[in-house]
């Protein structure tokens, strides 16, 4: 940012900003293996009340020239607005002023956007752009609550989650899912409409796919389609020290004394694993993540610290 009468500290010149900005893109492409990109930077004006025109333009431009994603902030809080309406009085809206300075299109993610109008909406969709829904942090800061089922579901819009530390209090996505579903669930109390409610799946569906297709990744991970790169984690609801209240009859795999002969039908069994899903996202933590893969790497794996994996369902099955 190159503009900021409230903290001036904080503030770069615009030469500035382009100096930083070509040094980070070199380190970065300097740290990439020659074959394969793992590091990617990304463009970043703060928001737009604290870069100027000409900042806003030039990352703009940079991000066509360098093939770059984007991320910036968008309608947070009502006085951002007011804001954003006094020093772009030839912008109809906040979506028009980025859109101006040609920073929407389909790499582009919109942090925040609790306060759109419609035709906002509209300009986002249309310039193919994911919002980047922030849950706890606009719980914390009391921003608001973004109407995400109309996006997703009314809007047609990508919606991704983002943690917004430190705007936000928790870095774990997994935290953000079960903020996400309760966000939603207060907004459906103010507007008396349950339709507003996310569901489990919708709230994955964000932190995977809708993830993946904000950052243009979509064709590449957020499922398990043949051919994606493989980043998974292995989920254990009985690992060590674990907070989740597992019992046998819970489990889809597990036959009660009772149904020797009468086996779980496959409905059964899927309604078994979504409870599942539902006691890891509201009750579970990084102690049940047991490993981790990243584009087939293992990068995470608590089993070698004499970790007893007797439960471990994906492995057994």
């Not at 093939?67 to 030839?90: A, G, M, R, W, Y």
């Not at 109309?150 to 819009?157: C, F, S």
């Not at 569906?205 to 991970?221: F, N, P, R, S």
């Not at 086996?263 to 102690?287: A, H, Q």
């Amino acid at each position: 940012m190159d503009h900021n009468e409230t903290y001036e500290d904080y503030s770069e010149t615009f030469e500035e900003c382009i100096e930083s900005m070509n040094s980070i893109i070199e380190h970065v492409h300097n740290l990439n293996p020659d074959d394969e990109t793992l590091v990617k930077p990304i463009i970043t004006p703060r928001f737009a009340p604290v870069c100027t025109r000409d900042l806003l333009f030039f990352l703009g431009q940079l991000s066509k020239t360098h093939n770059l994603p984007i991320q910036t902030h968008i309608s947070e809080n009502e006085k951002e607005i007011e804001l954003v309406h006094d020093l772009f009085p030839d912008c109809d809206d906040y979506a028009s002023v980025y859109k101006k300075h040609n920073l929407l299109g389909d790499s582009t993610i919109l942090a925040h956007a609790i306060h759109l109008t419609k035709k906002e909406r509209k300009i986002i969709k249309e310039k193919n752009c994911s919002i980047s829904h922030c849950p706890t942090s606009n719980t914390f800061i009391s921003s608001g609550e973004a109407p995400i089922k109309q996006y997703l579901y009314e809007d047609g819009i990508n919606v991704s989650l983002g943690t917004d530390v430190s705007g936000g209090f928790d870095s774990s996505i997994l935290g953000i899912i079960k903020h996400c579903i309760l966000v939603s669930h207060h907004l459906a109390m103010k507007t008396k409409n349950q339709k507003d409610k996310l569901s489990i799946k919708d709230a994955l569906y964000m932190a995977t796919q809708g993830g993946a297709k904000a950052v243009g990744m979509e064709d590449q991970l957020g499922s398990f389609d043949l051919g994606k790169k493989f980043d998974v984690q292995l989920i254990d609801l009985k690992s060590q020290d674990s907070s989740v209240d597992v019992f046998d009859w819970q489990l889809p795999f597990q036959l009660h004394q009772d149904r020797r002969d009468n086996p779980l039908t496959d409905l059964e069994k899927v309604n078994k694993m979504v409870d599942l899903l539902g006691k890891w996202i509201f009750s579970g933590d990084d102690r049940n993540c047991i490993k981790v893969w990243c584009n087939g790497r293992l990068v995470v794996n608590k089993l070698r610290h004499n970790y007893d994996d007797r439960w471990v369902m994906v492995e057994k099955y």
